[in-house]
């Protein structure tokens, strides 16, 4: 991922006019990997291992396009129920991934943050999530969170019995204090949410903090959804009308 956050701008490389107010924060659920592999000849680990490759180019349009913070959905809760081959590859790639990205990551700017649970993973692979999640604190040029073993549902379950724990009085909770017992306590809600593969769903993403960011779906499968696609899909945000819950005179 040599100097991947530099301009390469060539004079054939297309020119995307600059956003009138981006979204802050994008959460991406990055659908479509598999049926990228049957439609390419390939298997669905090699559809896994293209989705992967894709995520640099995205973090390249996001730095480009005045992202500041990105989610991306690496791994459900619900994940576990594949197939054992493809969850042991999809956990390989995880650790593959930090071998070999962390350095150039840290080295441009990129915070790392891990939003969903650790248990289940190998005591190998946590501990390098540990690692890379220390090691880019203090980096923000680019935020990313990365959802691995996560669930909404979930998420806000433990958020709950955490408050129960702490012997929180009922009439206490609030909106905001629940919102600071959440994974991303530390980050703004997401204006945007981003479906490839066409599928019209939010699968248990980020239910709690999406409840006003604006849904882009498009039919692009994750390994496909190139720069362009990326653009377009930021220009709709900048286009609509965002009211929460109101309405103008």
């Not at 690496?74 to 962390?102: C, H, Q, Y």
């Amino acid at each position: 991922m040599a100097e991947f956050l530099k301009s390469n701008d060539t004079a054939t490389e297309t020119k995307y006019p600059p956003l009138k107010n981006p979204p802050h924060h994008v959460g991406i659920i990055m659908d479509g990997n598999g049926r990228w592999a049957k439609a390419n000849g390939k298997n669905r680990l090699e559809g896994h291992n293209a989705g992967t490759e894709n995520l640099r180019r995205t973090l390249e349009s996001s730095v480009e396009f005045g992202i500041k913070m990105l989610t991306i959905y690496a791994f459900s809760t619900e994940n576990w129920k594949r197939p054992p081959f493809e969850v042991m590859g999809l956990m390989k790639i995880l650790e593959d991934v930090i071998d070999r990205e962390l350095a150039e990551l840290h080295k441009n700017g990129v915070q790392l943050r891990h939003i969903g649970r650790l248990e289940r993973l190998r005591p190998a692979i946590r501990k390098k999530v540990l690692y890379a999640i220390d090691l880019t604190k203090n980096n923000d040029r680019l935020i990313l969170n990365v959802a691995f073993n996560y669930g909404g549902r979930e998420e806000i379950v433990q958020a709950a019995r955490r408050l129960i724990q702490e012997n929180i009085p009922a009439d206490d909770v609030t909106e905001d204090l629940l919102s600071k017992y959440m994974y991303t306590a530390d980050s703004p809600d997401p204006d945007l949410i981003i479906r490839t593969s066409g599928e019209f769903r939010t699968s248990n993403f980020l239910i709690w903090q999406a409840a006003y960011a604006e849904y882009y779906i498009t039919p692009t499968y994750w390994p496909a959804f190139d720069k362009t696609e990326y653009y377009k899909a930021l220009l709709e945000f900048c286009q609509r009308d965002r009211r929460y819950g109101g309405r103008k005179e």
